[in-house]
């Protein structure tokens, strides 16, 4: 018989490289308040849950008895509980959670970023209690995004929203992929509606009655198609420039207090983060223009530019 095993898992991934909190399985209520803890080990996603330590509780079995923490010192006395692991087909490299717009009605996703730019949103599905894939994004078509790179040293990062708007991941160390936030699907909204409702008009009224009750279009939030910002394009110069609909409010780290976004924009982006309190997105990257060694930090005034 040929062998046709090609990968084999001797040890399964034990050290965590990402950790995220949010109502991932449950909505905000003031019965449960607690969000879950979701932490990714490489190719492995662990969903936990708070539980309060209540002495009638019945004895975890199995792969929740080996994962479970042991009791927190808490006012509760509460203990993380193992709700879900799942083995993945890939190495997670960046994980963010996608905040609801409706908080205590709608639940959050969860994102998960691979190489080289691949992001996947998935929530959680009640019924099967486990994760069910709601869209996948994939950046990857174009050869001409590579700039004729093969390997990126830097990997994917995601960047969401806290107030659930939209989310962002920067790919190809200076291409930023915007994502809007969207309803889920109408057709989700439509089974959950009563048999008896079966007229057109009655459905139309349905839904207009469950958006003015503030009652979003299905169970968790979801992204919906992406476009593409080159960073690299955003000249600087007086004032803040314009591409694609983004602005460069400013730039500092160089001498003099110089703009630092020059002819070539923004290159080699090593960090990012949205600045939070703006009634418009902000993002501030960190970057370098004129990448270097450690050996030679002496030699240039500011390696690392921020805008």
């Not at 630092?260 to 982006?269: A, F, R, S, Y």
Request: proline content about 8%; glycine content about 12%.
């Amino acid at each position: 018989m040929a062998n046709t095993c090609f990968f084999r898992e001797v040890h399964p991934p034990t050290g965590v490289t990402a950790a995220v909190s949010g109502f991932f399985t449950h909505t905000a209520s003031a019965q449960d308040p607690t969000p879950n803890l979701i932490i990714a080990r490489a190719t492995v996603v662990d969903v936990f849950e708070v539980r309060s330590g209540s002495p009638g509780a019945p004895p975890l079995s199995g792969s929740q008895a080996a994962w479970s923490a042991a009791p927190m010192s808490t006012a509760r006395d509460g203990k993380l509980e193992l709700v879900g692991h799942f083995p993945l087909c890939g190495v997670v490299e960046s994980m963010v959670m996608l905040k609801s717009r409706s908080p205590g009605i709608q639940r959050d996703a969860l994102m998960l970023a691979f190489r080289d730019a691949k992001l996947c949103v998935l929530e959680w599905d009640t019924s099967r209690h486990g994760l069910r894939t709601t869209s996948m994004h994939y950046f990857e078509g174009d050869p001409a995004l590579r700039d004729g790179r093969k390997v990126f040293a830097d990997p994917p990062r995601l960047l969401g929203d806290l107030q659930g708007r939209f989310a962002a991941m920067i790919l190809y160390n200076h291409y930023l992929a915007i994502l809007p936030a969207i309803e889920a699907d109408q057709f989700e909204l439509l089974a959950s509606l009563p048999s008896t409702v079966t007229d057109p008009t009655d459905v139309l009224h349905e839904i207009t009655a469950q958006r003015s009750a503030g009652m979003p279009l299905g169970s968790a939030a979801a992204l919906g198609n992406g476009y593409l910002l080159n960073l690299a394009k955003l000249g600087g110069g007086s004032g803040a420039s314009h591409q694609g609909g983004a602005r460069v409010l400013g730039s500092g780290g160089g001498p003099g207090g110089r703009a630092l976004v020059g002819p070539t924009g923004i290159k080699e982006v090593r960090d990012c983060v949205l600045l939070n309190g703006y009634t418009e997105p902000v993002l501030l990257v960190l970057h370098q223009p004129d990448p270097t060694w450690p050996g030679r930090y002496k030699d240039q005034a500011a390696p690392v530019h921020n805008t």
